[in-house]
């Protein structure tokens, strides 16, 4: 079992205030600046509220599609991507997707199960900041060792993520000397 504490947001620079509200439900405010809603409660109100000014962010749970927000990514501007076990990848994938194929430059955030196994290949497939609870984890980053390989196989969404002693793509493509 592992050791929980209170959350804590963490971002390659360190550790940051969360400037975001988290809605579980159906939102009670009239103006939505800087919340993140659920993905039913922001489809109920994407239309109706897509020219008011404010930052909008939506949660997706493994389960739930991607495509539905794609026509929305213009006017978000934070993805919450749901790790709710050590073991359900695929929010990784969706990640991925976001950076890659519809060139979302908004903040995608991991929530759930962050554990510091995972840190590095979350950084590689385009997440910008980890929403961290676990004890061990927390402790690592507050160390500044966020773990990883500096090589890998494939290239990552996002070249920052990429050590800077790394190759530029793959370690396999690199000539051997």
Same mark, same amino acid.
């Given at each position: 079992?592992?050791?929980?504490?209170?959350?804590?947001?963490?971002?390659?620079?360190?550790?940051?205030?969360?400037?975001?509200?988290?809605?579980?439900?159906?939102?009670? /405010?009239? @103006?939505?600046?800087? =919340?993140?809603?659920? *993905?039913? %409660?922001?489809?109920?109100?994407?239309?109706?509220?897509?020219? $008011?000014?404010?930052?909008?962010?939506?949660?997706?749970?493994?389960?739930?599609?991607?495509?539905?927000?794609?026509?929305?990514?213009?006017?978000?501007?934070?993805?919450?991507l749901g790790f709710p076990a050590y073991s359900d990848g695929r929010s990784f994938s969706k990640a991925e997707l976001l950076r890659s194929r519809h060139g979302f430059k908004?903040? /995608?955030? @991991?929530?759930?199960? =962050?554990?510091?196994? *995972?840190? %590095?290949?979350?950084?590689?497939?385009?997440?910008?900041?980890? $929403?961290?609870?676990?004890?061990?984890?927390?402790?690592?980053?507050?160390?500044?060792?966020?773990?990883?390989?500096?090589?890998?196989?494939?290239?990552?969404?996002?070249?920052?993520?990429?050590?800077?002693?790394?190759?530029?793509?793959?370690?396999?493509?690199?000539?051997?000397?």
């Open positions: 079992m592992s050791e929980e504490t209170a959350t804590r947001l963490w971002t390659q620079a360190g550790f940051i205030d969360d400037v975001w509200t988290r809605i579980d439900g159906e939102p009670e /405010v009239d @103006a939505f600046d800087n =919340v993140i809603l659920p *993905l039913a %409660a922001f489809l109920d109100h994407a239309e109706a509220r897509r020219n $008011e000014p404010g930052r909008l962010g939506v949660h997706l749970e493994p389960g739930e599609s991607l495509d539905v927000i794609v026509p929305h990514l213009d006017r978000l501007s934070l993805v919450s908004g903040i /995608v955030r @991991a929530q759930g199960d =962050v554990l510091i196994d *995972l840190v %590095a290949h979350m950084l590689r497939t385009g997440f910008d900041e980890l $929403e961290v609870r676990n004890g061990p984890t927390l402790a690592r980053l507050e160390a500044g060792l966020p773990g990883g390989l500096a090589v890998h196989y494939q290239p990552a969404a996002k070249a920052a993520a990429r050590p800077a002693a790394a190759p530029a793509y793959a370690w396999r493509r690199v000539p051997a000397s």
